[in-house]
């Protein structure tokens, strides 16, 4: 079947943003020990593609032993996105990805799906002057999965003419468990975090012959 739309995440699949958004994770946990922070940084790595408010609720539960409040957990996800916005806005494009858009903009749909809060994307993507590539952006919340699904019905499209390309596995779950198509982008000597059976591209260069094929 041919490729009818394209869903992208955005850290780590279009713009080269992971390291910045880990430095801003680590920053929150410093100040409990090195244990706590590299605890933290890892449960981040593991969970790219979940909303940071997830993220930042395990690893004051699970790591610090905490039962934070809703209005705790907010503060530090707001924390969090000032820390990052202008550092993604600045941040370079992963290879490939900007040549691509040029490429596929006004051949089929191309869509954001993104764990980044709603309103901080659209800034973020309004500052890198990406606006007019995407039919649609959708932030958190809700989940990849909840995103994925409302795409393909409202859209009414076939889930396995639709690709979606992440970084993490998140994405890749949200992907299949909508019968839609999945590639990962997997940097050069990162380790691949997908089933062996996945698609993987190291940059978005090689895409274009993905959807050719």
């Known amino acids: 079947m041919s490729v009818s739309a394209i869903l992208f995440d955005f850290d780590g699949t279009l ?3 992971l390291d910045v958004k880990i430095s801003a994770f680590a920053s929150l946990y ?4 090195e244990d706590v922070e590299r605890a933290a940084v890892q449960h981040y790595r593991e969970h790219s593609g979940v909303s940071r408010l997830k993220r930042i609720r395990h690893c004051h539960e699970q790591i610090l032993g905490q039962t934070p409040s809703e209005a705790e957990i907010n503060a530090l996800g707001d924390r969090f996105g000032a820390m990052v916005e202008d550092k993604v806005v600045a941040a370079e494009w992963v290879p ?3 040549e691509l858009l040029e490429a596929q903009l006004g051949v089929r749909p191309l869509i954001i799906a993104s764990a980044t809060p709603q309103e ?3 800034r973020i993507i309004e500052k890198r002057g990406m606006r007019h590539y995407f039919d649609s952006i959708f932030g958190s919340p809700p989940d990849k999965t909840e ?3 409302e795409i393909v019905a409202n859209r009414r499209l076939e889930p396995e ?3 979606m390309i992440g970084d993490g596995r998140a994405d890749y779950e949200a992907a299949i468990t909508n019968g839609v198509r999945f590639v990962g982008r997997v940097p050069t000597d990162h380790p691949n975090p997908f089933p062996e059976d996945a ?3 190291p940059d978005l260069s090689s895409l274009t012959r993905f959807i050719q094929r």
């Open 147 to 149: 995103i994925i699904r």
């Open 30 to 33: 410093r100040r409990y020990g």
């Open 15 to 17: 713009v080269e943003s």
């Open 199 to 201: 698609a993987v591209i």
């Open 161 to 163: 003419g639709v690709i």
């Open 120 to 122: 901080e994307l659209e």
């Open 96 to 98: 490939g990805a900007r």
